[in-house]
C-alpha cells in the first residue's frame, strides 16, 4: 500500500531557504502534490508536478522530484513568518482513483 | 475566487448521535469528495461522489458513514452514530474534473466534530 512520510518539524530564520522533505513508497504515483495548512484553515494547494518531471519552480517554490529514490522536496526562497504552516505532500496513484495520499505534515516554524 | 465552504465550522455531539456536516463545493465542479484528520495524524481520504453516486470510498468509510447530495449545491456527509473515534476535523473538498495536475482538489476550510 502507499505509505508517505515527512519529518515532523522545520525551523528556519526569516530570509533564509527552507527545504521541506517528502518520501513516498508506491512508484506509481502519477502526481504529486504540497499543500498548506495555517492553524484553524483548509489544506491550500501550493504547487504539483506530474511525474515525468524532475523539478518545476513557481515564484519562490521549487519542487524537485527524483523518482529512483522515491524523494519530492518542497525549496521555499527567501522565507517569511507568513510562511509558517504545515505542509502536506500528497500523491495520487495510477489507478488509484481520484484520492490523494497525504503525508504526516511539516510542522515549518519561521523565526526572525 | 471561488471557494469551498463548510458549516458548521465546529460541531459537539453526544457518543451515539447522528451528525450531519455540510458543505458547498465550487459551483463548476463535478466531483466531490470528503477527507478527515484526527488530531495530530494524516489527512485520510473517506469518498469520492460523481454523477449522484460514491465513486470511492475508504475502509473508514463503513455503514455509520452516507454522502448525499441534496440538491444542486449541497454535500453532505452523515454519520448515523457517531463513535469518540469519529471526533476529527472533516474537510469536504471538490474538482472540476477527474485530476489531472492543475485541475485539482479544492478544500474547505473543515468543521471539527467532538464527540464526547
Known amino acids: 500500500g502507499e505509505d508517505v512520510e515527512q519529518s515532523l518539524f522545520l525551523s528556519v530564520r526569516e530570509g533564509d531557504s527552507s527545504v521541506i522533505n517528502c518520501t513516498y513508497t508506491?512508484?506509481?504515483?502519477?502526481?504529486l502534490y504540497w499543500y498548506k495548512q495555517e492553524p484553524g484553515a483548509g489544506l491550500q494547494l501550493l504547487t504539483y508536478?506530474?511525474?515525468?518531471?524532475d523539478m518545476k519552480q513557481d515564484q519562490r517554490l521549487t519542487v524537485l522530484l527524483n523518482k529512483k529514490d522515491k524523494h519530492l522536496s518542497l525549496r521555499i526562497a527567501d522565507t517569511q513568518t507568513g510562511d509558517s504552516a504545515i505542509y502536506f505532500c500528497a500523491e495520487i496513484l495510477t489507478g488509484g482513483g481520484n484520492k490523494l495520499t497525504f503525508g504526516t505534515g511539516t510542522q515549518l516554524k519561521v523565526e526572525l | 475566487e471561488p471557494e469551498v465552504t463548510q458549516t458548521p465550522s465546529h460541531q459537539v455531539t453526544q457518543m451515539g448521535q447522528e451528525v450531519i456536516l455540510r458543505c458547498v463545493p465550487i459551483?463548476?465542479?463535478?466531483?466531490f469528495y470528503w477527507y478527515r484528520q484526527i488530531l495530530g495524524q494524516k489527512v485520510e481520504f473517506l469518498v469520492s461522489?460523481?454523477?449522484?453516486?460514491?465513486?470511492?470510498k475508504s475502509e473508514i468509510f463503513d455503514d455509520q458513514f452516507s454522502v448525499e447530495r441534496p440538491d444542486g449545491s449541497n454535500f453532505t456527509l452523515k454519520i448515523r452514530s457517531t463513535k469518540l473515534e469519529d471526533s476529527a476535523m472533516y474537510f469536504c473538498?471538490?474538482?472540476?474534473?477527474?485530476?489531472?495536475?492543475?485541475?485539482?482538489?479544492?478544500f474547505g476550510p473543515g468543521t471539527r466534530l467532538l464527540v464526547l
Open positions: 459551483s463548476n465542479h463535478l466531483y
Open positions: 508506491d512508484s506509481s504515483s502519477t502526481y
Open positions: 508536478i506530474f511525474s515525468n518531471m
Open positions: 461522489f460523481y454523477n449522484n453516486e460514491i465513486s470511492e
Open positions: 473538498a471538490s474538482s472540476p474534473i477527474r485530476l489531472a495536475g492543475s485541475e485539482t482538489q479544492y
